[in-house]
T-cell receptor, first 109, second 115 residues
Framework: QKEVEQNSGPLSVPEGAIASLNCTYS??????FFWYRQYSGKSPELIMS????GDKEDGRFTAQLNKASQYVSLLIRDSQPSDSATYLC?????????FGTGTSLTVIP | GAVVSQHPSWVICKSGTSVKIECRSL??????MFWYRQFPKQSLMLMAT?????????EQGVEKDKFLINHASLTLSTLTVTSAHPEDSSFYIC???????????FGQGTRLTVV
């Protein structure tokens, strides 16, 4: 079983809609969770970090963590074409960084 | 956020030659840095974990004699692709974290083309 699992997509949403990206992880003891965005041909950039159960909002982005169910999600409100990218979920487990395979998001104008 | 600088951003080399890629943490110390490889439209693949002052830990299937990693200081790790072949052409990315349970920051990546 992989440490971090994501639906590879592609996920398509119309401009202005809410994009919902999901991620599950296997190590119940994980404490640190991150979402990265990667544009084609570029390296990943950090969007959000979340460490506690519940929601964390930053602008149009909301990260949600549910440790009991072992999932973390990212909501993007008012999606823009510039949000089209691959979104990587990352989890720290045992001092090791584990990345999901990424979900490809396309926002259709 | 913290800054990780990777150099060069792209390189073209001839088959059989070696290429060195540098990864620097500019505003923090990193006892551990990570090296990834990414082929087009594929996910990040961890190649090795670079530890300052000790040998790197390589992932299964990664040839340590081909991909030489040196982590000489708390702010610099290098990856040398030795005797490069066209199949080594890929996007190589490094990352580093300021602490054990904190976010990782990525370098800009190096696009290697072996001709």
């Amino acid at each position: 079983q992989k440490e971090v699992e994501q639906n590879s997509g592609p996920l398509s949403v119309p401009e202005g809609a809410i994009a919902s990206l999901n991620c599950t992880y296997s190590d119940r003891g994980s404490q640190s969770f991150f979402w990265y965005r990667q544009y084609s041909g570029k390296s990943p950039e950090l969007i959000m970090s979340i460490y506690s159960n519940g929601d964390k909002e930053d602008g149009r982005f909301t990260a949600q963590l549910n440790k009991a169910s072992q999932y973390v999600s990212l909501l993007i409100r008012d999606s823009q074409p510039s949000d089209s990218a691959t979104y990587l979920c990352a989890v720290i487990s045992g001092n090791q960084f584990y990345f999901g395979t990424g979900t490809s998001l396309t926002v259709i104008p | 956020g913290a800054v990780v600088s990777q150099h060069p951003s792209w390189v073209i080399c001839k088959s059989g030659t070696s290429v060195k890629i540098e990864c620097r943490s500019l505003d923090f110390q990193a006892t551990t840095m990570f090296w990834y490889r990414q082929f087009p439209k594929q996910s990040l693949m961890l190649m090795a974990t670079s530890n300052e002052g000790s040998k790197a830990t390589y992932e299964q299937g990664v040839e340590k004699d081909k991909f030489l990693i040196n982590h000489a200081s708390l702010t610099l790790s290098t990856l040398t692709v030795t005797s490069a072949h066209p199949e080594d052409s890929s996007f190589y990315i490094c990352s580093a974290s300021p602490g054990a349970s904190t976010e990782a920051f990525f370098g800009q990546g190096t696009r290697l083309t072996v001709v």
